[in-house]
Nanobody, 123 residues
Framework: VQLQASGGGLVQAGGSLRLSCADPKRTFSNNAVGWFRQAPGKEREFVAGISWRGSTTRYTDSVKGRFTISRDNAKNTVYLQMSSPKPEDTAVYYC?????????????????WGQGTQVTVSS
């Protein structure tokens, strides 16, 4: 495990939660970073990604306008601000470092992964 995801927990629908992805081994200082999630019985899916400079972001359609990805390269940390979460956002969230400088949606481009943090949204 190269990255450390944290910040998950139980949140009510319509609330807010911020996930953090720390990079103590500096694996993503020049790389794009992405957040993925996996709900029980479902495949892992791309949620959001950010370029190494933070100038480009990508989101899956279901979270656009609600989630915001950002990064602080001085702190080697990437964040996922979850606003107005819905019960269908319940999943284990993973952060991962991309081989490229720009974010991609395909998981095969991501080389280092965190351990995952559980997010549960209650209705």
């Amino acid at each position: 495990v190269q990255l450390q995801a944290s910040g998950g927990g139980l949140v009510q629908a319509g609330g807010s939660l911020r996930l953090s992805c720390a990079d103590p081994k500096r694996t993503f200082s020049n790389n794009a970073v992405g957040w993925f999630r996996q709900a029980p019985g479902k495949e892992r899916e791309f949620v959001a990604g950010i370029s190494w400079r933070g100038s480009t972001t990508r989101y899956t359609d279901s979270v656009k306008g609600r989630f915001t990805i950002s990064r602080d390269n001085a702190k080697n940390t990437v964040y996922l601000q979850m606003s107005s979460p819905k019960p269908e956002d319940t999943a284990v969230y993973y952060c991962a470092s991309n081989r490229l400088t720009q974010p991609t949606t395909a998981s095969e481009y991501y080389q280092y992964w965190g351990q995952g943090t559980q997010v549960t949204v209650s209705s």
